[in-house]
């Protein structure tokens, strides 16, 4: 070969590794779509990949991030919807741009979307950042992104309060996929109310015990709790979190004003098959669409007013029944439980749930031999993460999955 040949075949081999990468957001999307990560106990396509390929978590974690950006998606119905950035992901699949160009516009391109910019400005942005992926590296590239951002969303000038009460606004609306786009601006009164409470709420979780004389450390895609492994969450995914934790307080406080005559109340109707089965989705008062095992879940935290009907809409039956236990025995859990039941958890009594053993809609009673108390963090995840839960001399213990403990010890915890 000559030079000029031996210079070709570098850049075809660099494009044909580029294309082949590209092919992890159809894999990953794949994956993901069939829930093989709940299938094998594992907490999500992150961990999937990290232990499948022995992958660090921050390789795992920039995959999976990409996949959701350039992978296609399916609607509600069925329908086939383009990638959240179509030309990042063009280019991706071309293998005229590499990963960390694509983590450079995924950036840039995620913050413009929290900055609430209009449509059309997003995807001048993303063709700006783009057309630059393929003339620069991505060091330079970072910095026409960050750039193009301070353009774009530059720091606004601390408006009087008056002003800050006139401009106040939140919105909550559905996007197409089965998530909902929170926008708000906040005066600074309710900023600081709210980041106070949410960063309260918002600090690692332990997925699972620690062993003696671990400690907690921090890290840029997961952090500890003072007790256990890794939290793999981001701090955006720990803040939502957070905020889902406000909203179930508020709902279980029974404070809120009534609503149509009756108390703030979580309305959802569902079929008589799909109540039977648990499977299909289920629907809201306010049109939101949730799977019936999410349905069920949320009826043991909240006051819930059911109503099943029949194919044509008729009304087979219906109640107001509370699957959350009375004020005794309420008091008798947090006497016992003092706080989550989950083995090295320290959130107070405030801020746990109580949960079934034994789920209600499976028959499961509502009294202290199947109740204990969690956290809205392993009250989510404690039955999709293998760990099952017994008890023993009215106290509850919690059985690790072979994956954390091949000895499956039972454990609880013990509080000073």
């Not at 000038?157 to 089965?178: H, I, K, N, T, V």
């Not at 907690?216 to 793999?232: I, K, S, V």
């Amino acid at each position: 070969m000559t030079d000029d040949e031996l210079l070709n075949v570098v850049r075809l081999a660099e494009r044909a590794r580029r294309q082949l990468e590209a092919f992890d957001a159809v894999l990953i999307t794949e994956l993901e779509a069939r829930s093989v990560a709940g299938r094998l106990v594992v907490r999500g396509s992150k961990q999937l990949l990290s232990g499948l390929l022995n992958l660090s978590p921050a390789e795992s974690s920039s995959r999976v991030r990409q996949a959701h950006e350039l992978g296609r998606r399916i609607s509600m119905t069925g329908e086939p919807l383009p990638p959240l950035l179509p030309l990042t992901a063009a280019a991706r699949g071309e293998g005229s741009i590499t990963a960390q160009h694509v983590d450079v516009i995924v950036r840039a391109m995620t913050t413009l979307r929290a900055a609430s910019l209009p449509v059309e400005e997003q995807a001048e942005a993303e063709a700006f950042l783009v057309e630059q992926a393929h003339c620069f590296n991505p060091i330079v590239l970072a910095g026409i992104a960050k750039q193009l951002v301070e353009t774009l969303d530059p720091d606004g000038r601390l408006a009087d309060e008056q002003s800050q009460r006139r401009r106040r606004f939140l919105s909550c609306l559905p996007r197409g996929d089965g998530m909902y786009r929170l926008t708000a601006d906040l005066d600074t009164e309710t900023a600081a109310l709210a980041m106070t409470v949410l960063h309260s709420l918002a600090a690692p979780q332990p997925t699972k015990p620690a062993a003696p004389g671990d400690v907690g450390e921090t890290g840029q895609h997961g952090e500890c709790g003072a007790n256990g492994e890794r939290d793999e969450r981001t701090p955006g995914q720990r803040l939502h979190d957070a905020f889902r934790a406000v909203l179930k307080l508020a709902l279980r406080s029974g404070e809120l004003p009534t609503s149509g005559g009756v108390p703030a109340t979580v309305l959802i109707t569902m079929t008589a098959q799909q109540f039977e089965t648990g499977t299909g989705l289920a629907s809201t008062s306010y049109g939101q669409k949730l799977s019936v095992a999410q349905a069920l879940r949320l009826a043991d935290q909240a006051s819930i007013a059911w109503i099943v009907h029949n194919s044509k809409g008729g009304i087979l039956n219906y109640g107001t029944t509370r699957r959350t236990a009375s004020t005794t025995q309420t008091l008798a859990l947090i006497a016992r439980d003092q706080g989550c039941a989950f083995p090295g958890c320290t959130d107070p009594p405030e801020w746990t749930e109580k949960h079934h053993i034994k789920p209600w809609a499976e028959g499961g009673p509502t009294n202290l031999d199947n109740l204990c108390l969690l956290c809205d963090h392993h009250h989510d995840r404690i039955n999709t993460g293998g760990w099952t839960i017994t008890m023993r001399h009215g106290l509850p213990w919690f059985t690790p999955p072979p994956w954390i403990n091949p000895t499956q010890q039972p454990q609880r915890n013990t509080r000073p």
